[in-house]
């Protein structure tokens, strides 16, 4: 405690310290106040001259002075003792008996049982000082109480003197050093707290019992116009408007019966009447509280909250407006739902009434070049071959417009699964064989053979083609184009390179854009919508890869672009071994031009065909797919051929592959003899190859296969399609007649187009699950229309196949029909 709050105490001790201390109460009397003595007490001191008569009246004041001086020590709020010259207790407050436990009766004539034995010299030596007339303090010190606790004090101790000066004894205030502390906590926190309520910004009211105020902060003059002082004692009903008043003080009764605290945000629309009679919003927080006498008063809060109403009335108002933008953008939707729709059936409407007239030109005009009714004269098979050839390039610019605006609208449905990635380049390179051999162009692969991809077959053949046939396109006669591959982490990359005309670098940024072309660049070459590569790009990103190109003018180009890879075959067996659907024949040329002879010959009869244009490449695959027959050109380059017919005789895993030689050499007994099973001069007609295969193999089995398609043209392409193959075509114009021929008829499996009169495809194909005996037979979808995402779901689930007539579709036809039909050859 600071020195200025020992005034009370000091002021008494000071007083009773001074030599022959006087207090004056009339003009001819003085009471001293002497020591030592068992308490402290007054002596009167009286004039000669005072007559007898009045000693009585003097003696009753001395001892009512004495009484009174007693009650000022003992209500002192500090403890106060006293001391002889030999440090024994003259004096003990009340205070002194509450601070350390011992009556005053308890220690009077005592050395100081609060003294602990540590502190007994420190004391004596406090005690001495005093004899010298000095003052002390304050100091602190040890003692402790009658329980034993320790208690550390604080004193401040001063002499005390008899009525000549002479020092008796000393007397000392003591304060608890614990207790101060606690009540300077306190102090603080009522300060501190004072100033939280003083300097907030919303009004703090206290109310009575009775609803009068009874204490005010400050921001009740800047928020309500009235001071604190004006507020104090009047009713809180003051600060409502006049048309409240009456009904407040039931709400404000009611409240008192059952006072509970009250947050604000209780959605009570509240106001406030201000001193000049404005009105504003408020919120209000209500807590009850306990004053003196077990009283309950009532804390209020109150928020002026103005500003958060207009806020509110904005945001009410942003809001009505954002909801009739909503509701207008919902209308928008709609309207843009419904041309979604609109554009959705007219792109399928087009797909089909565009994909379907040229699916059957082109199948007829494939048919006619590969004459499998007869030969053709040679301007015969070049106007054929003419129609063919625009009719594909018209085919390809549908789908690329078809593609991108699938791919735009993210209806683009990939069907991923695990293929050999080998196989689907060699496929590929036969395809675009022709076109490479017109030009002199030499193709080379360069595919490691155990590499396994998981993505969609038909989109990676077309992202392949794209670039081969662009690569094809702009290299001069004579040159190279090669595909490559190479493991990048856990995905694949396949590069097709050339040695063409290159692309310039400003050119290799845009190349990708749809409808851009670098003609300009690429020496007046311009062909196409410009949609190819940026189709390309989009199919590759969907698969979650990327593509990139590396070129410069006159140094070709390199198209790289990564799929995902599956695990190897020898690791995880990631290709499922397929049903083989035809006959399989490994095809070993050293031309490409020949190659595609071949296949052309052989894909109409059933059978299935992989190239190889190397002796590495042809032994390695007779061992991997262990083909059903080989056709071996002997010059493969050089003489390669003769090795791999050593190799193919001496490896027991191909020994017993049936090897057709077809060479332009004329050593048929040497071939023979390395183990061939026929050798046949070149050139070789297809009946004379088709013939030789028959009688290692065997014939083909036929089987009934139901044709349902409206359109005549379109059942007889693909009639001409399973008759070649070795099936019987029974032909239904719409899906009533395919029911009743289903119902009469012994059916293998059916190929079914969608859009028809009367009974289109999806209710035959549902009519069909339904029925037991129909449920089981095998439906290959094929149709011109672009199906959505749901249609592709649902057709997956109950067909076999789904293939569009605007995608390569002959060889998946047939071999899906295979696998379907439990296999090609009879036994």
């Known amino acids: 405690m600071p020195p200025r709050q020992y005034a009370p105490a000091m002021a008494i001790a000071a007083q009773a310290a001074r030599p022959a201390s006087v207090v004056k109460f009339t003009s001819n009397l003085k009471i001293v106040v002497q020591s030592p003595a068992p308490s402290y007490h007054c002596v009167l001191v009286i004039p000669e001259q005072e007559p007898a008569d009045s000693r009585s009246k003097l003696e009753e004041t001395l001892r009512d002075a004495q009484d009174r001086l007693r009650a000022l020590f003992d209500a002192c709020p500090l403890a106060i003792s006293a001391v002889d010259l030999e440090g024994r207790v003259t004096m003990w407050n009340r205070r002194a008996e509450a601070m350390f436990g011992w009556?005053?009766?308890?220690?009077?004539?005592?050395?100081?049982?609060?003294?602990?034995?540590?502190?007994?010299?420190?004391?004596?030596?406090?005690?001495?000082?005093?004899?010298?007339?000095?003052?002390?303090?304050?100091?602190?010190?040890?003692?402790?109480?009658?329980?034993?606790?320790?208690?550390?004090?604080?004193?401040?101790?001063?002499?005390?003197?008899?009525?000549?000066?002479?020092?008796?004894?000393?007397?000392?205030?003591?304060?608890?050093?614990?207790?101060?502390?606690?009540?300077?906590?306190?102090?603080?926190?009522?300060?501190?707290?004072?100033?939280?309520?003083?300097?907030?910004?919303?009004?703090?009211?206290?109310?009575?019992?009775?609803?009068?105020i009874v204490f005010a902060n400050p921001a009740v003059e800047r928020m309500l116009g009235y001071t604190p002082a004006e507020l104090h004692g009047q009713e809180i009903e003051i600060l409502l408007p006049e048309s409240l008043r009456a009904g407040h003080v039931t709400h404000r009764a009611a409240y008192s019966r059952r006072p509970a605290p009250r947050p604000m945000g209780s959605g009570l629309k509240l106001v406030a009447r201000r001193k000049d009679g404005s009105l504003i919003p408020v919120d209000i927080n209500l807590s009850p509280i306990e004053a003196e006498g077990g009283v309950h008063h009532t804390v209020a809060v109150v928020r002026d909250i103005t500003e958060r109403r207009r806020a509110e009335e904005m945001r009410e108002h942003y809001e009505a407006e954002l909801a009739e933008k909503n509701r207008q953008l919902e209308q928008r939707n709609l309207e843009v739902e419904r041309a979604n729709q609109l554009k959705s059936e007219f792109l399928a409407s087009m797909s089909h009434e565009l994909r379907s007239p040229l699916h059957t030109v082109i199948g007829f005009a494939e048919l006619l070049l590969e004459q499998i009714e007869g030969p053709l004269t040679e301007k015969q098979r070049r106007f054929v071959h003419n129609i063919h050839a625009d009719s594909g390039h018209l085919l390809a610019i549908i789908n690329d417009i078809l593609d991108l605006s699938k791919i735009e609208a993210g209806r683009l449905d990939l069907r991923k699964e695990n293929f050999d990635l080998a196989r689907a380049v060699s496929d590929a390179v036969a395809i675009i064989g022709a076109q490479a051999a017109a030009k002199g162009i030499t193709l080379r692969t360069d595919v490691e053979p155990d590499v396994v991809l998981h993505a969609d077959p038909l989109r990676f053949k077309q992202i392949l083609l794209n670039l081969l046939t662009n690569a094809v396109k702009f290299t001069p006669e004579g040159g190279r184009v090669s595909v490559t591959s190479s493991w990048r982490n856990d995905k694949v990359a396949v590069t097709v390179s050339d040695t063409g005309i290159g692309i310039a670098p400003e050119h290799q940024r845009v190349i990708f854009d749809k409808f851009r072309q670098v003609g300009v660049a690429t020496k007046g070459v311009r062909e196409g919508t410009g949609l190819g590569l940026a189709i390309t790009k989009r199919l590759v990103e969907q698969h979650g890869g990327s593509i990139w190109v590396e070129s410069a003018p006159g140094k070709g180009s390199q198209f790289t672009f990564t799929m995902p890879g599956a695990a190897p075959r020898d690791a995880a067996g990631a290709v499922a071994a397929r049903p083989r659907a035809f006959p399989l024949v490994l095809l070993v040329q050293d031309e490409p031009q020949s190659a595609e002879l071949l296949r052309?010959?052989?894909?109409?009869?059933?059978?299935?065909?992989?190239?190889?244009?190397?002796?590495?490449?042809?032994?390695?695959?007779?061992?991997?797919?262990?083909?059903?027959?080989?056709?071996?050109?002997?010059?493969?380059?050089?003489?390669?051929?003769?090795?791999?017919?050593?190799?193919?005789?001496?490896?027991?895993?191909?020994?017993?592959?049936?090897?057709?030689?077809?060479?332009v050499s004329d050593q048929d007994e040497r071939g023979l003899e390395l183990g061939a099973a026929v050798h046949l001069t070149k050139p070789v007609s297809r009946q004379?190859?088709?013939?030789?295969?028959?009688?290692?193999?065997?014939?083909?089995?036929?089987?009934?296969?139901?044709?349902?398609?409206?359109?005549?043209?379109?059942?007889?392409?693909?009639?001409?399609?399973?008759?070649?193959?070795?099936?019987?075509?029974?032909?239904?114009?719409?899906g009533q007649e395919a029911l009743k021929l289903l119902e009469s008829t012994e059916i293998a499996a059916v190929i079914l187009d969608l859009m028809m009169p009367r009974m289109n495809g999806f209710d035959l194909l549902f009519r069909m699950k339904e029925t037991p005996r129909l449920a089981n037979i095998p439906v290959v979808v094929l149709t011109g229309i672009e199906l959505g995402e749901e249609e592709t779901r649902l057709l997956r689930t109950a067909a076999s196949a789904v293939m569009l007539k605007g995608e390569p579709w002959r060889e998946h036809l047939l071999e899906h029909l295979g696998a379907a039909v439990g296999g090609r050859r009879s036994r």
């Open 103 to 212: 009556k005053e009766e308890e220690v009077l004539g005592r050395f100081p049982p609060t003294v602990p034995e540590g502190e007994r010299q420190a004391y004596l030596d406090m005690v001495a000082e005093r004899k010298e007339g000095r003052f002390d303090g304050p100091r602190r010190a040890l003692r402790r109480r009658r329980d034993g606790t320790p208690v550390e004090i604080r004193l401040f101790s001063a002499p005390l003197r008899d009525s000549q000066g002479a020092v008796r004894g000393a007397i000392a205030v003591i304060e608890d050093l614990e207790e101060a502390e606690e009540v300077r906590t306190q102090i603080a926190a009522e300060r501190r707290a004072r100033a939280i309520v003083e300097g907030a910004t919303d009004v703090i009211l206290e109310c009575d019992s009775k609803g009068r």
């Open 688 to 734: 004379q190859l088709i013939e030789t295969l028959q009688r290692f193999l065997g014939p083909v089995a036929r089987r009934r296969i139901l044709v349902v398609d409206d359109e005549e043209a379109a059942r007889q392409l693909v009639a001409e399609v399973l008759e070649a193959a070795g099936h019987t075509a029974i032909p239904a114009g719409d």
């Open 600 to 663: 052309n010959y052989l894909h109409p009869a059933g059978y299935d065909t992989v190239c190889a244009m190397s002796p590495e490449e042809a032994l390695a695959k007779a061992v991997e797919l262990s083909p059903d027959a080989i056709v071996l050109d002997l010059i493969v380059p050089g003489s390669g051929g003769w090795r791999v017919l050593r190799e193919l005789k001496a490896d027991p895993a191909t020994a017993a592959i049936p090897v057709v030689v077809a060479s």
